[in-house]
């Protein structure tokens, strides 16, 4: 951690702007409120009807549809959008960054929005791409909440010669947010997201899609049993349209090489099916119990079984359902 | 729903005999003695030290390692083993079967238990193959809870010819357990299965292998940062198995066209991927999303963000959680 050259100030920061206000930037928004991380919140989104519901819960001190007219004397300026959006806002709002501002973005893949970004940012500006995994299937302003950082990792992928002091505002942000902080390159980041999250999606939306359009057993049927497993994907392929698609497009060639090593795998493991080689099936399917332990005991999932969802169910056993 | 020729009396049945006291028999132990829906309940397992263990729960009132002992005098008889022993549990059953008592099993395939089980009936036992659609990624006898059954599926597969008479008191017995019951073929309950439960495990299975092989991204990477999709499959992953071994080497066909069709979407998707379709990603990420909102709307899913993890995390926004 580098040395703090100056105390920390409550709030950390005069002014934040979050352009783009659904699920993370509604978050942060109410995150920063409650932590009181900022002395005024603007937020600026291109859809004025997500704008006026964003006014309409008080997510913010002023409102813009306008993004340069929101970062106007921001000290942090916090873009939380489609990936594929982020050269067009970074364009937008340039000239109106304050010297000294810190530039930052929450978007999943990190070699395209420094690509698209970095040709903007004015000298003087901190550009440090970040990176919180955290969310949920839903999206839009009423999804957000202020605990959705909580216990999650924000990785950042600072470019060569970023400045510490900058570096540790942010990360003291974030860390006030909820987050545990992480360093990384942007290649590893991508590559590392690629299997963790991408790929994840990616097969969620297939399997879902490859059960609808299946004759032989009705969409109906799928629906009714679909607690003995495909439920499951269901949550990942619930996600936000625009923005995996956005992904998909903007982190191809890690993806495309995650899809292959899958693939490969499915082919070996079809194999083993058809030929009833009963001791690899049980061997995989022994060696990948192991691994949901580890996340557990790593603080990344509940150890409730059935994700807890009958605790939701019926309250009344959520007691015993975290005991297990 | 068959004419009920008398009335069914209380309890359901004077002596439950249950082959098999993991996940799926000891709930059904726990809700048989919650509903008192049996006089008496004998419990039969091969290994001493999980008979022993259901003893210590005190989840029946005789206890036998001998399935033919545990049977005798029963007019239920549950099989709940996984489904590759349940040639070798008839065989051994059948000679102690009482004449006129209900035969079933809990089984994840139904052709192939049908020809284990079918050929070892004694004359004037009704045999009527079941399979209850519930189930936690959990094992062993102290994995099951009374309210596993509560508003899931319990699908017969009756062979033709099948009393209606012992059909309905098994019906009824499901029902009391709290499941909702639906009757179809084997064979299509077999194509059904393979789709909602085997290729969701598959799946999982195979991308938790994927990505514990890598070496490009660390195993202690994929842990911290698996709840950005991640961790959801690591569930399904973390099933029985000698359980799942024997699905796939029992349900072979059905799970082979089901994979094809999968694989067949996923290059349809890669290649989408690397030749930049969006339109076709965004119109196969919107069509997903509908299909979560019906297995919500059907009662097969709770609305709650994230599973409702957060619930089980943070039990003080438990009523927040359920509003959403």
Chains 1, 2 share one sequence.
């Not at 920063?32 to 964003?54: D, Q, Y």
């Not at 003087?124 to 791409?129: A, D, E, Q, S, T």
């Not at 969802?309 to 056993?317: M, S």
């Amino acid at each position: 951690m580098p040395h703090r050259s100056k105390p920390l100030s409550d709030p950390l920061f005069n002014k934040i702007a979050l352009i783009g206000i659904g699920l993370i930037g509604s978050s942060l928004a109410r995150v920063v409120r409650r932590e009181k991380l900022a002395g005024h919140i603007a937020i600026s989104t291109r859809s004025a009807a997500t704008l006026k519901r964003a006014e309409e819960l008080r997510l913010g001190d002023s409102y813009f549809v306008d993004p340069g007219d929101a970062v106007r004397g921001a000290d942090l300026i916090i873009i939380s959008v489609p990936v594929g959006s982020s050269g067009e806002v970074a364009q937008a709002i340039a000239p109106a960054l304050k010297p000294g501002a810190i530039l930052t973005d929450v978007g999943s893949t990190k070699r395209s929005v420094i690509a698209q970004v970095e040709p903007h940012v004015p000298e003087g500006v901190h550009f440090i791409p970040g990176h919180p995994l955290a969310g949920t299937e839903k999206s839009g302003p009423d999804a957000g909440f202020a605990d959705l950082f909580e216990n999650r990792w924000c990785i950042f992928t600072p470019l060569p010669g970023t400045d510490t002091e900058a570096l540790e505002r942010l990360s003291e942000f974030w860390r006030r947010c909820g987050s545990n902080i992480d360093t990384m390159d942007a290649e590893h980041h991508d590559m590392v997201l690629a299997i963790v999250s991408h790929l994840p999606h990616i097969i969620a939306y297939n399997i879902v899609g490859t059960a609808d359009d299946l004759q032989a057993v009705t969409k109906t049927e799928v629906i009714k049993y679909s607690a003995s497993g495909f439920r499951d994907f269901t949550r990942l392929a619930a996600s936000d349209p625009t923005m995996w698609r956005d992904v998909c497009l903007h982190n191809r060639d890690a993806i495309l090489e995650m899809l292959a090593r899958f693939s490969e795998d499915l082919s070996s493991l079809q194999r083993a099916i058809r030929w009833g080689d009963g001791d690899k099936l049980f061997d995989l399917f022994t060696r990948t119990r192991a691994i949901r332990r580890s996340i557990i005991e790593a603080g990344q999932e509940i150890d409730a079984p059935d994700f807890g969802r009958q605790a939701v169910e019926h309250p009344q056993g959520l007691d015993q359902v975290k005991k297990s």
